[in-house]
C-alpha cells in the first residue's frame, strides 16, 4: 500500500500556506482599513433565508468533532503514521485555547463589541458567544484540514479548489455573527502554524523512529 502521507514540503503544501497567507492578509488589511466593527458589518449582511441554513450547518466542518474523521482514514489507510493527527489535534488545541484564554483573554465578539444589535445580522437558532473571540477556532480548524489535504493528495487544483471550502468556513463564522474578519484570518494563520509544527515535529519522530531501528 502506497504511504498515506506522499510528500510533507509538497509544492501543494507550500502553494496552499502561500495561498492562505494571502487570504489572511487581505482580511487583516481590511480590518485595519475600513476598521474592526465596520468591517464585520460589511460582510455580515444578511444573504436570505437559504444562507442562514446553509450557514448554520455548514460552520460544523470546522467543528472539533471532525478530527475524528481524520483519525479514522489514517486508522484505516496510515495506522503507523496515526501521529501525525495526533499531533495537529495537540497543536490545534494548545494554541487556539492559549490565545483565547490566556494570551488575550475575554476578547470581546460582535455581540458585545457593537452596541447596536439591529446592525447585526443573526440566524435563528444559532448561540451566539460573547467573548474570547480571537482567533477563530473552526477557522484554525478547516484550514489545517486544508492544509493537512495538501500534503497527503499533493494535488495542485485541491490548493484552489479546497481553499474555497477552508474560507467559506472562516466566512460563515462572520455571517452567524460569532466571530470579525480579523479572527477569521487570525485562524488562517494559526492553521498554516499548526500544520507546520505537526510536519516539524512527526519529521522529528520519523528520524528518531530510524535511528531505533539502525541502532537495534
Not at 498515506?4 to 487581505?26: C, D, E, H, P, R
Not at 477557522?139 to 481553499?163: D, P
Not at 494563520?189 to 510536519?199: N, P, Q
Amino acid at each position: 500500500m502506497q504511504p498515506f502521507i506522499m510528500n510533507y514540503w509538497s509544492k501543494s503544501f507550500k502553494q496552499g500556506i502561500l495561498l492562505s497567507v494571502i487570504g489572511a492578509t487581505i482580511l487583516f488589511a481590511g480590518t485595519i482599513i475600513f476598521g474592526n466593527n465596520e468591517f464585520f458589518l460589511m460582510i455580515n449582511g444578511d444573504l436570505g433565508k437559504t444562507a442562514d441554513t446553509f450557514f448554520k450547518y455548514y460552520t460544523n466542518l470546522g467543528d472539533g468533532i471532525c478530527w475524528l474523521i481524520w483519525l479514522a482514514l489514517f486508522i484505516i489507510y496510515k495506522r503507523k503514521d496515526i501521529l501525525f493527527i495526533v499531533f495537529g489535534f495537540v497543536y490545534n488545541t494548545i494554541f487556539t485555547q492559549s490565545f483565547k484564554y490566556f494570551i488575550i483573554p475575554d476578547t470581546p465578539r460582535p455581540m458585545n463589541a457593537i452596541t447596536n444589535h439591529s446592525l447585526i445580522h443573526t440566524v435563528p437558532g444559532v448561540e451566539i458567544h460573547y467573548y474570547s473571540s480571537f482567533p477563530s477556532g473552526h477557522t484554525t480548524t478547516a484550514f489545517i484540514f486544508y492544509l493537512f489535504a495538501c500534503i497527503i493528495f499533493n494535488n495542485k487544483w485541491l490548493v484552489y479548489f479546497g481553499f474555497i471550502p477552508a474560507l467559506m468556513v472562516g466566512y460563515s463564522r462572520v455571517y452567524l455573527a460569532q466571530h470579525f474578519p480579523r479572527d477569521v484570518a487570525g485562524g488562517m494563520v494559526m492553521g498554516i502554524i499548526c500544520s507546520v509544527l505537526t510536519v516539524v515535529t512527526y519529521q522529528w519522530v520519523q528520524k528518531k523512529r530510524a535511528a531505533k531501528q539502525t541502532i537495534a
